[in-house]
Structures are given as structure tokens and as C-alpha cells.
């Protein structure tokens, strides 16, 4: 199922949004591990504008334990003002190690004048964002 997945992925690039949900709902089919796939056809439907559905996509991935479906499942969750909703998968998400939640976790506490959090936050997300390149994939 990756080659239905990656075939997904150039039909999105080409901007074939429909082409790439047929290609994403085929791998997500077809196995037992299929959060990464469930959450590009999520994405497949935040870009055309269709937030129910990808915010039910990216919930089915990140309730699966997937961290860049929770860190976009906050980001839908956070679009529409479900902002306490929205911190609790971002924290899960960070709890993984997820750079961007760790981030727009960090903003929604610096709103609130938790600052001392969000700053630890924020330095957490730039040493994972600074460090990645070195760490070969590890």
C-alpha cells in the first residue's frame, strides 16, 4: 500500500486533489498501520475546503496514537475555536515530540500570559527543528 500512498502524494503535488483522495483512500484500505494515510487524505480534504471531513479523518489517526494527525487535528480543532479541544492534541502531540505542536501550543499559552510555559515550549520545538538534520532520521 506505500506505492497507492506515494502515488497519493505526486497526485497532490500536481494539485489532483481527487486523484490523491482515490490514491490515499486505496492505501488507507488496505493495512493495519494506515494513520499516515488517513491523515494525507485528511489533508486531501482540508485543502479543497472540506474541514468535517478532514477533521474526522485526522481524529481516526490521531486517536490511533499517529502525533502528525493530532498536531493537525488541533490546528482544524483551533480553526473553529474549539480552543481547549484543540491545546489537549497539541500537548499530546508535543508529548511525542511533534515540533509544530509543541509551537502552536506555545502561542495559545503565550495569549493566555502562560509565558514561562510557552517559552519552554518554544525552545523545546527549536532544539528538535535544529537538531533533526543532524540526527539522520533517529
Known amino acids: 500500500m506505500y506505492a497507492a500512498h506515494q502515488l497519493g502524494v505526486l497526485e497532490?503535488?500536481?494539485?489532483n486533489l481527487a486523484e490523491a483522495e482515490a490514491w490515499y483512500?486505496?492505501?488507507?484500505?488496505?493495512g493495519a498501520d494506515n494513520s499516515?494515510?488517513?491523515t494525507d487524505l485528511g489533508l486531501a480534504?482540508?485543502?479543497r475546503g472540506d474541514l468535517v471531513e478532514a477533521e474526522s479523518l485526522f481524529r481516526r489517526a490521531?486517536?490511533?496514537g499517529y502525533a502528525r494527525a493530532m498536531f493537525d487535528l488541533g490546528y482544524v480543532l483551533a480553526r473553529r475555536d474549539a480552543l481547549a479541544?484543540?491545546?489537549d492534541w497539541y500537548r499530546r502531540a508535543a508529548?511525542?515530540?511533534d515540533p509544530n505542536a509543541m509551537t502552536n501550543l506555545g502561542l495559545m499559552l503565550q495569549k493566555r500570559g502562560e509565558r514561562a510555559e510557552a517559552q519552554s515550549l518554544?525552545?523545546?520545538?527549536?532544539?528538535i527543528q535544529y537538531y533533526r538534520p543532524f540526527l539522520g532520521g533517529l
Not at 497532490?12 to 494539485?15: A, D, I
Not at 483512500?25 to 488496505?30: F, H, K, P
Request: no cysteine; charged share 40%.
Open 62 to 64: 490521531a486517536e490511533a
Open 45 to 47: 480534504h482540508f485543502e
Open 36 to 38: 499516515s494515510e488517513i
Open 95 to 97: 508529548a511525542q515530540g
Open 85 to 87: 479541544e484543540a491545546e
Open 12 to 15: 497532490q503535488q500536481r494539485g
Open 25 to 30: 483512500l486505496r492505501a488507507a484500505d488496505g
Open 122 to 127: 518554544f525552545r523545546r520545538a527549536e532544539d
